[in-house]
């Protein structure tokens, strides 16, 4: 059961670039996430979905497109990267039955802009 | 709307030593709380949960945590330190039906030999 795997660890791009993030689980979780960590900050919400053809923005969307064709898959599009883009990035898993079902999340992205 | 404060960025304690993780909490709802542990360049990995059963929660490698709703808090503690909890850890609070969690800016732990 590998859970949630993202692709690439690690990946540096010039400003202006495009690039995207691969998310993919294997448990049949409705809902998906992505998160950016940077440092004091704790995770910020980029985008989520509550199932296939449903997406919406969170906290910090602007720069950033999803989709979600199926349940297993969610990719981050950054659509032209800057460096305040730099920063680690995390997608997240998770039922959407029950009050307290907890998140699943993947070893992280760790993006580099300059 | 829903927020999580972790009162203190960093803690340092010796081996053997107890380890408390301050988090308060504000929700319009009956919130579901969680403790995560991030080691270094790694993902997040559950501590434990508050599923309303019980006030006091006990999570994996002898944390545990305790829910006070008068008070908006969920504390974590551990009643001995090991140099392997040396780590970030994130309070996260999820409020009502949209499934959306909100961190808190984390706390980082050191652990002294």
Request: charged content about 15%.
């Amino acid at each position: 059961n590998a859970g949630v795997t993202q692709t690439p660890k690690f990946q540096v791009l010039k400003t202006g670039q495009s690039m995207t993030l691969q998310c993919a689980q294997d448990m049949n979780h409705e809902y998906m996430s992505w998160y950016r960590q940077d440092p004091g900050m704790g995770l910020r919400l980029i985008h989520y979905s509550v199932g296939a053809g449903i997406t919406d923005q969170g906290e910090v969307p602007n720069g950033y497109n999803v989709s979600r064709s199926t349940t297993e898959d969610f990719p981050l599009r950054l659509l032209s990267a800057a460096p305040s883009q730099t920063s680690v990035y995390f997608c997240a898993s998770s039922f959407t039955g029950g009050d307290f079902s907890e998140a699943f999340f993947g070893q992280g992205t760790r993006l580099t802009v300059v | 709307a829903q927020s999580v404060t972790q009162l203190d960025s960093h803690v340092s304690v010796s081996e053997g030593t107890p380890v408390l993780l301050r988090c308060n909490y504000s929700s319009s709802y009956s919130p579901s709380l969680f403790w995560y542990v991030q080691h270094p360049n790694k993902g997040l990995q559950l501590l434990l949960k508050y599923t309303s059963a019980a006030t006091l929660v006990k999570g994996i490698n002898g944390f545990e945590a305790e829910f006070k709703k008068s008070e908006t808090s969920f504390h974590l503690t551990k009643p001995s330190a090991h140099m392997s909890d040396a780590a970030e850890y994130f309070c996260v609070v999820r409020a009502g039906d949209d499934y959306k969690l909100s961190f808190g800016a984390g706390t980082t732990v050191t652990v002294r030999a």
